[in-house]
């Protein structure tokens, strides 16, 4: 069965153009998480869907960063003006309902130059 | 501010013994708690999980302990297989909510044949 992906794998950047970065959730699955993972870090939780309910968005660094989740199934992920302290690897997972365990995606690396 | 620590970056052990990875938290709050498993280039692969309402949780070859009291989980791998050899995080997450889930920083699992 099909997982979680994302797209692009890797995305380089120069620093103060946008990028938007894609996650495709496992199908039914009503929960979608986004994380970066910076070098030397935990995954730092940024943005929750949950079905048509509201996101949560208060792990969202700054007003630079967007998420948005079209017909409760694939999420893009904009940074606006990126900064080099952006690069990461941002990873998306999808969880069914509200227990158990999230499935992530294999993220995508971000470089900013 | 980090409210799951793993403060081993990294850990070798022979194959056939017992890994032993180590997971602190401050949130006395946190009533579920997860481990991921990591490869290179990979999103996180979920492990096992644990209940605060239990102490151990047996899964074939990996057991989690928790210790409330401590605020403290451990996985234990045994035996140790070289396929093992990935960075292995912990999370925890709050009761009555599916957003966030906080990561540790991951430990580095070598497993030398």
């Known amino acids: 069965g099909a997982g979680v992906s994302q797209s692009p794998s890797n995305k380089v950047t120069e620093k103060g153009k946008d990028v938007e970065l894609r996650c495709d959730p496992i199908s039914g699955h009503t929960a979608l998480y986004w994380y970066r993972q910076s070098l030397g870090q935990g995954l730092e939780f940024l943005i929750y869907f949950q079905g048509n309910s509201a996101p949560d968005k208060s792990g969202l660094p700054s007003d630079r960063f967007s998420a948005e989740r079209t017909g409760g199934s694939v999420s893009t992920l904009t940074i606006q003006r990126t900064q080099q302290e952006d690069s990461a690897v941002y990873l998306c997972?999808?969880?069914?309902?509200?227990?158990?365990?999230?499935?992530f995606g294999p993220g995508t690396r971000l470089t900013v130059t | 501010d980090q409210q799951v620590k793993q403060n081993s970056p990294s850990l070798s052990v022979q194959e056939g013994r017992i890994s032993i990875l180590n997971c602190d938290y401050t949130n006395s709050m946190f009533d579920y708690f997860l481990w991921y498993k990591k490869y290179p280039a990979e999103g996180p692969t979920f492990l096992i999980s644990i209940s605060s309402i239990k102490d151990k949780n047996e899964d074939g070859r990996f057991t989690v302990f928790l210790n409330k009291s401590a605020k403290h989980l451990s996985l234990h791998i045994v035996p140790s297989q070289p396929g093992d050899s990935a960075v292995y995080f912990c999370?925890?997450?709050?009761?009555?909510?599916?957003?966030?889930?906080?990561f540790g920083t991951g430990t580095s699992l070598t497993v030398i044949p």
């Open positions: 997972a999808s969880r069914h309902g509200t227990d158990g365990e999230q499935y």
């Open positions: 999370a925890a997450s709050l009761p009555n909510t599916g957003n966030q889930f906080y």
